[in-house]
């Protein structure tokens, strides 16, 4: 019931730090039901991101997806963020590091984490 209950919440939001627009797969809407603890959405939309499938291939934001929900308790997610590792440069990596860190203490702040 909770992957229900994330795709039925689903609508739009802002990463921290992330400008968004229609034209960049690493800019533009996300959606909302990702960007709270339903670890299921947001492994969902690492997996999109990882392979290109539904979106544009981008493995920054299918690690920022996969790290968010390997916060929440999915282990699957925190072997496919291993596995976008060695597609990311240091720099890449630590800016994502960054972004979920600031995501997460939002949640927390917000109380919905």
Known sequence: MENAAGQIACRFYWIPG?????????????????????AAAQYRLAQAHSKGTGTEQDPLVAYIWASLSAHHGNNEASALRERGLSRLTPEEIAEADRLVEARIARDAAEGSS
């Open 18 to 38: 992330v400008r968004f627009s229609t034209r960049s797969p690493r800019t533009g809407f996300r959606s909302s039901s990702a960007a709270s603890p339903w």
